[in-house]
């Protein structure tokens, strides 16, 4: 039978009624022969909790303290279920990420995991026990509890999965699995059953939120076969429906079937654009401007630059909005003043859309087809960015919706 490790989020453990049922599921599994660790995330809101009770005591709470109390939801998570499973009669055992141990740097509130002995997950698994392990926690090199950011348990649960070479991972969630689209957006948005490493990586790093994008990229580096599916089914549906439902997310080589052009269309509000015009056109002068927005810990995503014919170039790029401010005070406080841009301007009511898909590899005229079915809408394109398998526009935030639309429509992506 099969090493399987389970990770479920904050609304599957949302109440004592709902960690039940993931016992009861768990235990299906159990029975079944398969072996079992589950990575749980703290209640639903518990981790906010925490924080908020936290900043009523400092403002900017001490990094080392609020991981030392962030980490306790998961603690609690954890012994629950291990007493739910217990009371269905099975063998199961918590441990905390330092009790493992899932080693990690010294980087509080956003450490990265470093490596995980398997020794005592695999002891207890063989033993016939149920492992159960905190997600988003582990411990640095000098023994202090560190947590690994928000979506963390994702994270966890890969790696873990990557550590006893488990045969699946499954990511229980609120929802089914990966969609073309968001279906909020886009009705006609159907599930995919198989979506590539690339791809879903590509999609969490435009703007899905189905996974956090570090899961992802474990997932991909260690080759766990990941699986999204739905926390919210009858816990006692049959075994072999529930392990073929979801979407699968594996290597591009265990997808036999032909490929389609474009998986998926993402999107993402949180974008905001800058753009400094009359910027003498030198060698340097791209570093002069994001120079210092990297020393401000400020992240680029897209970047674009015209030369024109009087030795000027016009240079833009877009960061995340919360940044926006931020990067404007950086730009003319302390880039200007070397540079001397006849302007710089911004605007943060944009938006990024995005067409992922491994397909495009071996297909032409994807990019013409996108532009056409924006123009058509009367969307007109203010950046472009490529890569092997997605090309990305930024528009008008207020076209945003019907830019998806349009192009999961033009791309043949609805409800079959």
Aim: overall charge negative; aromatic content about 4%; some cysteine.
């Amino acid at each position: 039978m099969a090493l399987i490790v389970h990770k479920y989020g904050g609304t599957s453990m949302g109440s004592t009624e709902r960690i039940k049922n993931v016992a009861k599921r768990v235990a299906k599994w159990h029975a079944a022969g398969h072996k079992v660790a589950v990575v749980p995330s703290a209640m639903s809101g518990e981790t906010n909790r925490l924080i908020g009770l936290a900043k009523e005591i400092q403002e900017q709470p001490d990094p080392r303290e609020l991981d030392m109390i962030a980490s306790t939801g998961e603690q609690v998570s954890v012994g629950l279920l291990s007493m739910a499973l217990r009371a269905l009669g099975l063998e199961a055992v918590s441990y905390a990420g330092w009790q493992v141990p899932i080693k990690t740097d010294n980087a509080y509130t956003k450490a990265r995991i470093e490596s995980i002995d398997d020794q005592r997950i695999l002891a207890d698994m063989n033993a016939g026990r149920v492992v159960i392990i905190t997600g988003f926690q582990g411990v640095d090199p000098e023994g202090n509890i560190t947590t690994l950011g928000r979506g963390g348990s994702d994270t966890s649960a890969v790696a873990v999965a990557a550590a006893i070479k488990a045969d699946e991972c499954l990511i229980y969630t609120d929802v089914d699995g990966v969609y073309t689209t968001d279906p909020r957006v886009e009705p006609n948005a159907r599930r995919l059953d198989v979506v590539t490493f690339e791809e879903m990586l590509e999609m969490a790093s435009l703007g899905s939120k189905i996974l956090q994008i570090r899961s992802v990229e474990f997932a991909g580096k260690y080759k766990v076969k990941t699986r999204v599916l739905s926390s919210l089914t009858d816990p006692l549906m049959p075994l072999e429906e529930e392990m073929h439902s979801g979407t699968l997310i594996t290597f591009e080589e265990d997808n036999t079937m032909e490929q389609a052009v474009i998986s998926g269309i993402a999107f993402n509000r949180d974008e905001a654009k800058i753009t400094l015009r009359g910027v003498p056109d030198k060698p340097g002068i791209a570093f002069q401007i994001l120079g210092p927005i990297s020393e401000a810990n400020i992240d680029v995503d897209m970047i674009i630059q015209n030369t024109s014919l009087d030795g000027t170039t016009d240079f833009s790029f877009t960061v995340h909005r919360n940044e926006y401010k931020k990067a404007l005070d950086v730009l003319n406080t302390v880039v200007q003043p070397n540079i001397h841009a006849k302007e710089i301007s911004g605007d943060d009511k944009i938006c990024k859309v995005s067409a992922v898909g491994i397909g495009m590899r071996s297909h032409v005229g994807i990019a013409s087809l996108m532009f056409r079915s924006l123009s058509q809408e009367g969307i007109n394109i203010q950046m472009i960015s490529t890569s092997e398998i997605k090309i990305s526009v930024v528009i008008d935030d207020k076209y945003m919706e019907l830019a998806v639309r349009a192009l999961h429509k033009a791309f043949d992506l609805e409800q079959v």
